[in-house]
């Protein structure tokens, strides 16, 4: 289901990533993805594919695929939302349209108005995370050296952990189609 179609209504947390299913959570909201994970590796067993995805990875790569995916989680995020939203260019030109219009349906007359209103709120989580309060020159450096120490990680192998794909694939994905949008 895309943004377009529930206008973010639902979530429990405010916030994507969020599902509803029925063998999930009691068919009640379940946010973030660590939880969802969890839940969907619980509800489908201990041989689904959702639970042995990692099964292959040493307890040291688990620990280190968990630090990128915390990396990627509560640090480059900021990173896009600064990008996207901080820049009243950026944000009036490319967000409103794309997230707020497109995705999000809303009337092209409503969309700045909105777009306004959700930026306000999406600068003052930033300042209460932390990364709000560095400009954005010194944010785009600090993700920039994050995305580096992936890539250095990354080397010539195929996928993050090594020969086979994993878990952090996934979240390392969807955050460089984020920054490739942009």
Do not use: C
Not at 29 to 35: H, I, M, T, V
């Amino acid at each position: 289901v895309g943004a377009g179609e529930h206008g973010m209504k639902g979530s429990p947390k405010g916030k994507m990533p969020w599902i509803v299913s029925p063998g999930i959570n009691d068919g009640q909201p379940l946010g973030d993805s660590f939880f969802i994970i969890k839940a969907i590796q619980e509800a489908e067993g201990p041989t689904s594919p959702a639970a042995t995805i990692d099964s292959w990875l040493t307890a040291e790569q688990k620990a280190v695929a968990r630090a990128f995916t915390t990396m990627l989680e509560e640090s480059v995020y900021w990173g896009a939302l600064a990008a996207r939203w901080f820049n009243k260019d950026n944000f009036y030109g490319r967000t409103v349209p794309l997230l707020f219009r497109d995705i999000m349906k809303i009337p092209g007359f409503l969309a700045p108005w909105i777009g306004w209103y959700a930026r306000r709120g999406g600068m003052a989580a930033a300042e209460g995370h932390g990364d709000g309060r560095h400009s954005q020159e010194d944010l785009a450096d600090k993700v920039a050296d994050e995305l580096r120490a992936l890539e250095a990680y990354l080397g010539d192998k195929p996928f993050l952990m090594g020969d086979r794909v994993s878990s952090v694939d996934a979240s390392l994905y969807a955050f460089l189609a984020v920054y490739t949008q942009w």
